[in-house]
């Protein structure tokens, strides 16, 4: 049996064990479709996850709020990262976290909350680019996250959150808009470690490097080079071998950087490599994209 009809089948025995309650059942439910989200998040593993949340939700009991809200909440995350264009699942998502964040402030813990009001954010987020919601409304919501997902208690998210609300802030025609991202991944990387959080870490490096290279300012040099520090740190943990397609996307930012620096040579192997990466593991947009920057440098 595949991983899906497995769980799908834990799902069904769950759902008939009258020895448990219905609040206990529902529980067992959304921790069933939690593990369907888990890698990989293929379309049959979130569509089959989304049916268990529903299930869960008609299991609830009317007066259990907190546990219906945490059920919504789940839910929501598996129609954020639904594969495909369109906004509908994403705007579904949206008023799902609407609904609960009030329940959970309420009734929840602080980081439960945090985190709705995060996820919230990133559909504000994404919503924005399609012109169906304000940039200012999802970096609000990453605020409001903040208070709970600081720096001491919470470094991951708080990077998190830096990275989220630096690239809210490159989003916006502010001029100040590189600098105030320079400013996020900043205090992001003050938070993680090489060693502690070494995605956070390499993540937040990477989008450094991006934000200096698109600084317009008189220190043009100075920017591109500490880019090229940043890519650098970045690609001690996006290896080749551990993580094939982050190290070709940043391989490939490190090569506009030192096409732009005047190392040709060095930029055009980068490129080689990107590309031949890119094409491996069908990722044939950035394929082409590199291949188009090749062609320039």
Known sequence: MSQVETLLAAAGS??????????ERAQMLMELAMGLQRRPKTAQHLSAALSLYDEALVLCPAEDALLAARLAARRATALQAMPGEG????????????????????????????????????????L????????????????RALRTFDAKRYPAEFAILQSNLATAFLSMSSPLREALAVQCFEEGLKAVSL????????MLQNNLGNALQSIASSHALENHVR????????LKVRTRAARPVEYANTLA???NCLWTLGRADEAQTAYAEAQELFEAHGELDKARAVAEAMRGA
């Open 128 to 143: 924005a680019g399609a012109g169906r919601a304000r940039i200012g409304e999802a970096i609000a919501a990453y605020q």
């Open 227 to 234: 880019a090229l520090a940043a890519y650098d740190e970045a």
């Open 195 to 202: 060693v502690e959080h070494p995605v956070e870490y390499a």
């Open 14 to 23: 769950a759902a008939r064990d009258e020895s448990a309650s219905p609040a």
């Open 253 to 255: 930012n490190r090569a």
């Open 87 to 126: 906004s509908a699942p994403i705007e579904e998502a949206r008023a799902a976290y609407e609904a609960v964040i009030p329940v959970l402030a309420r009734l929840g813990g602080p980081a439960e909350l945090a985190e709705a009001e995060m996820n919230l954010g990133l559909c504000l987020q994404h």
